[in-house]
T-cell receptor
């Protein structure tokens, strides 16, 4: 069956360090993959999109990699700040169909 | 640009009542999606609509749930005869024409069935 797994444990890191979050998937053929941020009581906010033929994408302090051989995406936040504390969701978009498939998210806390 | 507007933010219904959740997409967005989020679970797709058309309702429960996106007005997710298991956060998202874009989500409606 199809499965998307994100870091099962909450991630705590020191301010200024790089946070790395993982998204592993099985039995999908994603056309592209997206990362979202979700704060408590709010809807997810779109951050980055990476296509299957792209290895890496950057946006300010954010970097996403996509390895279709390993079936994995890594999401990095460099020079992390307490304001980066949130839950981060990955979403796969298959090459057919209309829906996005979301992981359960990883809770990140950046400690001042 | 007000973004995706959902109302109400919180909705409490007794078992057996009807729940109506509304969603106004971002200006210029013609695609609307509804997702449900249960505690400790990921967002689960329910339905994808364009104006006056249901494009994909493969995630909708077979009974009691319906959705529409009329020519005028917001998209409506309707749950009839609610049960406790319907308690969840319901998110609406919109996107512009075509694939390759991220969704813009609303802040959600938190439905509690008592």
């Amino acid at each position: 069956s199809q499965k998307i797994e994100q870091n099962s444990e909450a991630l705590n890191i020191q301010e200024g360090k790089t946070a790395t979050l993982t998204c592993n998937y099985t039995n999908y053929s994603p056309a592209y993959l997206q990362w979202y941020r979700q704060d408590p009581g709010r809807g997810p906010v779109f951050l980055l999109l990476i296509r299957e033929n792209e290895k890496e994408k950057r946006k300010e302090r954010l970097k996403v990699t996509f390895d279709t051989t390993l079936k994995q995406s890594l999401f990095h936040i460099t020079a992390s700040q307490p304001a980066d504390s949130a839950t981060y969701l990955c979403a796969l978009v298959p090459d057919t169909g209309n829906q996005f498939y979301f992981g359960t998210g990883t809770s990140l806390t950046v400690i001042p | 640009n007000a973004g995706v507007m959902q109302n109400p933010r919180h909705l409490v219904r007794r078992r057996g009542q009807e729940a109506r959740l509304r969603c106004s997409p971002m200006k210029g967005h013609s695609h609307v999606y509804w997702y449900r989020q249960l505690p400790e679970e990921g967002l689960k797709f329910m339905v994808y609509l364009q104006k006056e058309n249901i494009i994909d309702e493969s995630g909708m429960p077979k009974e009691r749930f319906s959705a529409e996106f009329p020519k005028e007005g917001p998209s409506i997710l309707r749950i009839q005869q609610v049960v406790r298991g319907d308690s969840a956060a319901y998110f609406c998202a919109s996107s512009p024409e075509g694939q390759g874009a991220g969704y813009t989500f609303g802040s959600g409606t938190r439905l509690t069935v008592v």
